[in-house]
């Protein structure tokens, strides 16, 4: 059953094409920790979402083109087993992201070129990037039961751009902070069965921040600023995971997780951004987001072993931010493993359709504050991975 088990939680783990938000990138698992002996991994993993949609009649009806850019990642772990009852994990990832290009055709956006104008988000870009390093101890207590807990060092930076905002600009320089984990499992190995309860801290971040705007081509009302620097807080948020895994037959594994995030502790608030433009943040979330997996792993001899999930995030409703044009998803994965001596390799494929969201207008738009801005329908994604693992 140990050939199953990484199958399933490897598929789990490749390509985590959409999440809360459509930034967060790693599901923050800890499950390298109950590897056999002491073992590396690495994985690589692309995700190609097509997210689109139109703008009301109001913001003169054109189509947003394909504003979610494609983007890979390359995450590493190790587990060592310090002795009998003690074991240690290092694990590299990217717990947040975001690669954001509203395409142009006129240059000019609504409603400066008329009938011929580009969607009022078009040029609009973010780019949010962040590594996190991890080590994490799990030691082994009497009954089946082991504690886990660890630090994370997590560095977050980024850009942002938006034209129609006197050609907005904003530029962070990276922050770096620590958070903890901790949490409790429990197994029987005779079944394969296990049940682990995380808890993953937030970071609190402050950002130093440069923010620019450029009049040209856009006339007035909008304020001009240039290098306006100051500081502004985010918080990457808390979560909880609770992953599961046992036997119900014969080289037959049903596994799954469910994972809350505080997401609605997250907000993006530049001072010059918020000074100049009236209020309002350039990204926040309303609500809390419960993600859940579920699925079935089969052996099907000594090296190949088969798998397959189904993931689902509930819409929130109501209205989204322009830089993330997304509201819950469901997917279905595929995977399979091969292990053959000290070598296993899992590749995986999964396809993610992405649930139907409404964008506000933020205050720069000059026209109708928090008014129905565009409409995004019918998006989805895929994302594959291959994960080689070595023990050693």
């Known amino acids: ?23 967060e990138r790693s599901p923050q698992s800890t499950a390298i920790l109950f590897e ?23 913001y003169g009806g054109v189509d947003t083109g394909d504003m979610a850019e494609s983007y890979n990642q390359l995450n590493f772990g190790a587990k060592f087993e310090l002795s009998e009852k003690l074991n240690l994990a290092l694990i590299q990832d990217s717990p947040v992201g975001a690669d954001v290009f509203y395409p142009t055709t006129s240059g000019v956006p609504f409603p400066f070129a008329g009938a011929g104008s580009d969607h009022v988000f078009s040029g ?9 390093l991890a080590a994490y101890l799990r030691y082994e207590l009497p009954n089946n039961f082991s504690l886990v807990g660890g630090i ?12 129609f905002f006197n050609n907005y600009t904003l530029d962070v320089e ?18 394969a069965a296990r049940v682990a309860l995380t808890f993953h801290s937030a970071t609190d971040h402050t950002f130093a921040s440069t923010e620019n705007t450029n009049a040209a081509p856009i006339p007035d009302p909008f304020p ?17 995971n609770l992953d599961f895994q046992t036997g119900v037959a014969a080289d037959t594994l049903v596994f799954g997780s469910i994972r809350w995030v505080d997401w609605s502790s997250f907000d993006i608030t530049p001072p010059g951004y918020n000074a100049f433009s009236g209020g309002g943040s350039l990204v926040d979330y309303d609500d809390d987001v419960i993600t859940y997996n579920l699925g079935v792993g089969r052996r099907l001899n000594e090296n190949w072993s088969i798998a397959a999930t189904v993931g689902h995030e ?10 993330g044009p997304t509201d819950g998803y469901t997917s279905l994965g595929l995977g399979a493993t091969y292990t053959n001596g000290n070598i296993k390799i899992t590749g995986g494929v999964r396809h993610v359709w992405i649930g139907d969201a409404d964008t506000f207008g933020p205050p720069i738009t000059g026209i109708t504050a928090g008014e129905e801005l565009a409409n995004f329908r019918d998006n989805s994604a895929w994302a594959w991975g291959l994960r080689v693992g ?3």
């Open 314 to 323: 509930k819409s929130g409703g109501g209205y989204v931010g322009n830089l």
């Open 390 to 392: 070595y023990y050693f």
């Open 124 to 132: 609009g870009n973010a780019d949010l990037n962040s590594n996190s």
């Open 152 to 163: 994370r060092r997590v560095s977050v930076g980024g850009e942002l751009g938006i034209p």
């Open 224 to 240: 001009d600023f240039d290098d306006f620097t100051g500081s502004f807080d985010v918080t990457i948020p808390k979560s909880v």
């Open 174 to 191: 990276d922050s770096t902070e620590i958070g903890y984990s901790a949490g409790i499992a429990w197994e029987k190995p005779e079944i």
């Open 36 to 58: 056999d002996g002491n073992y590396f991994e690495v994985t690589y993993s692309n995700v190609n979402p097509t997210v689109s949609g139109t703008a009301t009649a109001t």
């Open 1 to 23: 059953m140990k050939l199953l088990g990484g199958t399933a939680l490897a598929l789990l783990a490749l390509g985590n094409a959409v999440a809360a938000g459509g930034i």
